[in-house]
């Protein structure tokens, strides 16, 4: 190979300069950047020959075709980030499925279903207060009526957004019928630091975690630092830390939990006054719905003991439900079979972050492909995994759609 071959990574590298900002990219839906982003998508799939299309919620889609006429076997991930993201998250699925199908255009390999990558719009929610927007609606899980009635932070509606200039694409046909693809499989770094640590550097995963969240808020007694003895103090924020720490502990109990708190505000906030009031949101996820029930039930137990304890008022409530999904087992036997096919080692592993395949599951069998993040860092700039294994899940990725294919042409 030439030192001059072209690489997915390069490819990447051109997409992080789309909405790049000194602390990552900034590349949320229906801004210059995005769109952008999927204005290269398009060139790049048009160069390989794809028939190329849109929907009404952002969506695009790039088919090669099968020998039959049938619903596509689909692959893709989203190529919006959140305001600080990196270069892979989202993107590498998005553009790896381009590069699965050019390689089969190169190896002569015909399938007998179509095979069709998408990138998704808004997986993340950044702008727009819904996550899985764009693979969401593609699902009917949320329909277009109430997406375009979803505000950001700016006041601009999503319908706004989608058909000024940076919504959907000029000169791409739109597509206004929704057909459930046979399959799905969407290819993404891990996010986590499992296949690194571990050594592998294939993963097929087993699901993506359900999530709780909650809003615990504390209501105590304010009063003067200097004043207040401390055995007639009630204050929310030392309960608060105690409610925290002892639901770490519980996690942590727990091989098949996490637990996270991470935002927290103390009322009035200041040096010297006893905090009157702490509202924080508490974070659950498991692909185990039962420990998910049981850790519901323990985050509430808990915040009252502790609360009653400590003489202060304490209110739970329930801000966000989504079940665990299961990815589909006879696709994960065909990703099996496609990576020992390879000579590849794989780990099955579960999903602590939510992904596209989560929506696309309710209408089509889905499975996933992890590769590793280097530190399993993701959202942040520095996110990084290597040219090899961004090489190695391309391989991966093309080999399973031809299995997959293989498979489901001989079920009929
Ligand atoms: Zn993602």
């Given at each position: 190979m030439s030192a001059a071959a072209p690489s997915i990574a390069d490819d990447l590298r051109r997409l992080a300069t789309?909405?790049?900002t000194p602390l990552g990219i900034d590349r949320r839906l229906f801004t210059p950047s995005d769109r952008a982003a999927r204005a290269q998508f398009v060139a790049w799939a048009r160069a390989d020959g794809r028939r190329v299309t849109q929907d009404r919620a952002g969506n695009v889609f790039a088919q090669r075709a099968g020998r039959?006429?049938?619903a596509p076997i689909l692959t893709g991930s989203h190529l919006d980030t959140v305001p600080?993201?990196?270069?892979?998250?989202?993107a590498y699925g998005a553009v790896a499925a381009l590069w699965a199908l050019r390689r089969l255009d190169q190896d002569a390999v015909d399938t007998e279903f179509p095979l069709e990558a998408v990138a998704w719009a808004?997986?993340?929610?950044?702008?727009?207060?819904?996550?899985c927007l764009g693979s969401s609606a593609f699902a009917g899980l949320n329909d277009l009526a109430s997406l375009e009635a979803l505000w950001d932070d700016d006041g601009v509606s999503f319908a706004a957004a989608r058909d000024g200039v940076n919504g959907l694409l000029r000169g791409v046909a739109l597509r206004d019928e929704t057909r459930a693809p046979s399959a799905y499989v969407e290819l993404h770094i891990?996010?986590?630091p499992v296949l690194e640590n571990r050594g592998v550097r294939l993963g097929n995963v087993t699901a993506i975690a359900g999530q709780r969240r909650f809003e615990i808020e504390v209501t105590g007694e304010s009063g003067h630092a200097g004043t207040v003895p401390m055995g007639l103090r009630h204050d929310a924020l030392v309960a608060a830390a105690e409610i925290v720490v002892a639901l770490e502990a519980e996690a942590a109990a727990n091989d098949s939990v996490v637990v996270t708190v991470g935002r927290l505000v103390v009322e009035p906030?200041?040096?010297n006054v006893i905090p009157r009031r702490v509202t924080f949101r508490v974070d659950a996820r498991s692909i185990d719905e039962s420990v998910l029930t049981r850790i519901a039930a323990d985050v509430v137990a808990t915040a009252e003991r502790i609360g009653a304890r400590r003489g202060v008022h304490v209110a739970v409530a329930s801000i966000e439900r989504r079940a665990a999904v299961a990815m589909d087992a006879r696709l994960r036997s065909a990703l099996a079979e496609a990576f020992a096919s390879l000579g590849e080692e794989a780990l099955d592993l579960p999903s602590g972050a939510g992904h596209d395949a989560m929506c696309v599951a309710a209408i089509a069998p889905a499975a996933m492909i992890f590769v590793p993040s280097a530190g399993g860092?993701?959202?942040?700039?520095?996110e990084f995994t290597s040219p090899a294994d961004l090489d190695l899940g391309v391989a991966a990725l093309a080999q399973a759609l031809v299995t997959i294919d293989r498979r489901m042409a001989k079920e009929g």
């Open positions: 789309l909405g790049a039959r006429a049938a600080t993201g990196g270069p892979y998250d989202g808004g997986e993340e929610g950044s702008r727009f207060p819904l996550g891990e996010q986590g906030n200041q040096t860092r993701s959202h942040v700039g520095d």
